[in-house]
Structures are given as C-alpha cells and as structure tokens.
C-alpha cells in the first residue's frame, strides 16, 4: 500500500476525498506503462540501479506523488534479493584477514601497492572457488542498494550477469527456490485501479470507526472481515439501509468494524488491517462505506470519509468465499494431528443474535451428535468483549464458546479473564483446551436422533 508521505486527498467541509485519477487518461496510461517496462527491464539488476532510473523518470515529470505511488505499488510485487557466488560475509572476513596481514595495502599509489591489493582479491578468489570478478562483487551483495531484483509480477530472474570486464556468471537465486516466486501479470489497468484503491486505502489507516452495508456477496466481504480478524458487528438491514428486527427480514447486512482510534492506544497494525480490509467491497455490485476518520488525536477531530460502487473502485482479491487467517489455518492443522473425537468443521451459518448477527469461525462436532459452536477473537477491548457476551447470553445460542487472544495491543488488566464460554490464548490455540470448552458447553444438535 501507499505510505502516509505518497497519499493524496482533500479535505473540505468535514469530509476527506482521495484524489482518484482517471484509469483511461492517456497520460497516466503512458506514465503507468513506462514504469512497468522500467521494471520488466531491470529484473537481475541491482536495486540501487531501479531506484535511480524511477528518480529520473519522476525528475522528467511534474506528477512527482504520482509517479513514486504508482513505482511504490510495483515496488510491492517484487521480490529483491542477495545475489553472490558467495557469502557476502565470508568474503569479507577473509579479505580483511589477508588484507590486514598484508598492511597497508595502499598507501602511495604506486603499481606495487595496487598490484598488492589485486592479490589479495585473487587469493579469497581462489580460496572460495570463485571469479576475481564474482568477488568484488560479491563483497557488499548484501547492501541493500545492491540487492538484486530477482522477480517483479510473474517475471523471474533466471540469472544474473556481471558487468566487470566482460566477465559473467550465473548464480542461482540465494536462499530461495523458484517455486516461491509466484505471481501474475502486472497491466497498466491493475496498476492505475490499484492505485486509486492505495489512495483510498490510505485514507483508513487512522480511522476510528467503518459502517459499512452490502446487498449482495455477503459471505466473501464478511469472510474477509474475519480474515483480518476486525472487531465487527453485524446487523440485518432492509433494501434502504434500514436495521431489521431479524435475518428474516434482512435484504442485505450492515457491518460496524472498530478502527485503531478505537483501542488503549493506537495501532498501526490494526490500521492496516483496516485498509487491507477494503478491497473486499469492490466484489459487490451494492456497497456503501461512511468511515470515520482521526485528523487530531488531542482533540478528537474527525473527518468522513464515503464510498460506494459508483467510486469506480475495483478489487484485485479473490472472490472466493472461504478465507482462513494464519491463526485458524495453524489451529485446523493441529486438528488434524490431534486425537480427539471432536472435529473441527467450517461454520457457515448466520447466528441471529437478536437485532444482531454473529459469523462464527468453526463448529465443534461430536459422534455422539453434540456440537459446541466457535468465535475466534483477535483485536478486542473490554467495551467491545462484554458487549459480544451480553449478547451472547441473552440469546438460546447455548453452545456458543469464544477465544480470545490477550496478546494483543488492545488488552487489559481490567478485563475478566475467568469469565465462562472464553478460552484466552496467547500465540496459539491449543486443541486440548479447546476441547475442554467444547465439552462443557457443547449441546445435543437438533437433528440428532436417539
């Protein structure tokens, strides 16, 4: 995503707008392009050459934010690495070893002295099985300036030239195989959609709270929600945005997801969830987004921030329904490895909470027909972990249980961590704990015979 320095927007009468450009302007198409074949053509090449190539590119025109963004989004789907025959590190030691042994190399520029540093190269050379050229160079692969561009889109570099003397070598990619590098095709429609998304997105970094509504695609926006693990409520609501008294009465849902503003403290972590949350709408054909943006912390000042489909907005993420986090991913892996009777499924259905929905994460089966129903829990705050409980018990859901990460920014020491129906976690969720809670809260599902 763009960085707060390569953002653009306005703000007038209590609303913030991205500066969007037009993906069909001749002139940001043109801009695009060349800085995509800057990229195509730099794959192999050190960083530092890239980097001064999009400086002079950016020097030539006035849009300087633009140009930067655009090469910040590309920068974001390249792969740089330290390309070297050998360890960078390794052939420094030993070149400082021998060099200190043969002090002082240069002191006068005499031929003798430069003849004597060339010997000392020549030696390591050897001694590692490599080109006198492979270890100059070799000697600060390492730096970041001199890293290599090793893939950009779904263009990998399959070898590296050296350009000393005429002298080439391939190395292969360093610590990492070709299998790792994936990626797809980068247009210039991607490049300029994703850019007026970054802009957007941006924008979302210091938000406080994001209402958002859908009419259509509900399980891939909330399966999303819950993939960056955002503090949401969810409430039924009819053709209008209107709240519903029920799911039965539902024409689409609204969605309320806490921002960082919301927490102990601010959290650039949870702000960027928040941002990378967005691309999700852009899958519906009816959305709507009012986000509550902090402009000054001291005081409190916010401005709005309000999208929809008529943004022009598109997403460059999967449409797919089913998303899991690293966290239930690890958890549906141990399953896997555990030995329970338990097992642990996908739970698709929306629980009816009243004026209030829940998603939940898993269902808990037993063979013996009970099941226990499960909400994972990332970022929270004590308001926000009562309010989800309160609900939950005056509601039938019974066989309702939550974990709960407490290793977060957002916790406190104020909250109850015996409270029932929670299991608190730390770096992970362990089966056995889980099936403890499943156990002792788990009911006899409604279909099940005798």
Known sequence: MLTADLARSRTSDGEVTPLFIDPDDARYRETAGELIELFETHVGEPKADLDTAIDQLTVADTDYKIIQGLAKLLRDE?????????????????????????YPIVRQPTLEADTRKLDVYTAVADELGISLAECHQGMYADLDANNRLVRFGDQVAESVELDTDGTTSTTQLTGQSEEAYTGTPLTVEWLLNRYNLALAQAVLYDASELQIRVWDQFATVFSYVKLFGLMHRIYPIDEHGERVSSTDLAEGYEAVLDGPASLFRQSRKYGIRMANFLPALPHCERWELIAEVLVDESANETRELTLDQQTGLRTHYSGGSRFDSDLERTLADKWERSNTEWELVREDDVIDLGAEVLLPDFALEHPDGRRAILEIMGFWTPEYLEEKLDKIHQTDVENLVLAVSEELDCTSEDVDLAADRVLWFKTGIHVYDMVDLAEEYAVQAASAGP
């Open 78 to 102: 390249c792969n740089f690495e330290t390309v070297a025959a050998a360890e960078p590190h390794e052939i420094r030691q030993r070149l400082f070893e021998r060099a200190n042994d043969s």
